[in-house]
């Protein structure tokens, strides 16, 4: 190796030695899990409105117009994973410099063959130049790093508060208390028309019953009992008990299609909130990043990655329900 | 709120407790207008009188509506900010891209292989053509093709060194 060249290959080294890539994969990582949950909450949302509406066709507006919002909300989270991945794409640069340039020293040599000349690019220059080039290349990479974190930091954290009123909207209105209720009037409709069940016919049938026994305690009461009543009572009662019995069946099968969509209903709510907390946390991850690249000290990898795991296990457990 | 049923006997005592619901359900503040949904569904299912259970549960439809409205709203309230955002981060991936790009010397790499292929290319022409051709212009043009490839080469070696 010529001096000249040895100079210039300690000097770069030198200045390397202040540009660390930074780790990019929490971020990344982070933004994949929040796609699956917005993801997720427009399948389920989406799900939830289109059987409103399949039910009753006051309803079929507000499905379509969710269904328009969030594609808009699933196009961004699409670039915000390209955002990702073109960090960890410069990253990837920053680190293969040496293979860049010893390709590109292929290619040199490739077509000098081709031109009719004998490869100019002798092996010992292209590896000088791949280990000079490695150095370039991470100096470049961490600055194009570090401009494009600060060019998006804005947006992200803008993005971070607009989901985070997305999922409040959700919580609270798509998918509120009162749109819980709609749900059951269905259910409570659909057992009165197939099966004429209510609580009322219920409490009907318990309050004749409760008449007819009276009636019969009269009966055995009398001087002498009046054993014909009785008989006639209690072959009544005999038809009411099992009607009582069946209504009750009915209407315990109509309670579990309640705990059903109460279920569904409260899974959604954990992970609407395990939503909002994770792009908090997300927006935080990248204000890390960014404030790291600013003051030029490297990101505190440790905090990210706890965040990200933070973050993973809260929509895990939100999942999970 | 808790209602004791059984003691709602007449018409006029059930559609006075109708009255008490739907007026609830006009002052109630955002949080409590589940609780009203609540009762008015339990309502619409203890009540006898069909028209009384019919008002019931269009009350409680109205009050999902009404939310539904709001939150959508609100959705498509701030749908252009999103879209403008994602504008602002889809100019700063093509960036980060094009640089990762250059950082790799792909456009150098593609520019050299490029350059290797149209000279192949244009020697077997040549040798297709032949040195006594009846087309002496066109071995001139491949001449000429050949030689601003080989500037070209010379470039990114220059470029690259």
Known sequence: MRSTARLFLIAALSISAGCALPDLKPFAEATRELRESVRQTQHRVQADLDALAKQDAQFKPYAGDFAEAWRVRLDLLDALLDYSASLAALSDAGQSGKAAAAELGDSLNQLADAAGQAGILAKAAIDVGGIVYNVIASVRAAGSIKDAVLAADPAIQDIAANLDKDFEAISKKIESRTVLDAAKVFIQERYEKERGINKAYRSALVKRLQALQEELVQAQNASPPNNSSMSALLSVIAQIEPRIQAANEQLDARAREYEAVERNWEAGQALFAGARKGFRRWAAIHRQLATGLQSGSPPNVALLVGTVQDLKAILDEARKK | ?161
Do not use: C, H
């Open chain 2, 1 to 161: 709120m808790s209602t004791d049923w059984s003691q709602l006997k007449s018409f006029e005592d059930w559609s006075g407790k109708l009255r008490e619901l739907l007026d609830s359900g006009a002052k109630a503040a955002e949080a409590a207008r589940g609780d009203v949904a609540d009762e008015l569904l339990e309502y619409a299912d203890e009540v006898s009188f069909g028209d009384l259970k019919r008002r019931a549960r269009e009350a409680v439809k109205d009050l999902a509506l009404a939310d539904l409205q709001a939150g959508t709203a609100s959705l498509r309230s701030r749908s252009q900010d999103l879209a403008s955002q994602q504008q602002l981060i889809q100019e700063v991936t093509a960036q980060a891209n094009k640089d990762a790009k250059s950082i790799k010397l792909e456009n150098l790499n593609q520019l050299a292989k490029s350059a290797t292929d149209a000279i192949t290319s244009l020697k077997e022409a040549k040798a297709a053509i032949g040195n006594g051709s009846d087309l002496p212009a066109l071995a001139t043009k491949i001449d000429k093709g050949l030689s601003s490839l080989e500037s070209l080469r010379q470039s990114l070696e220059k470029l690259t060194s």
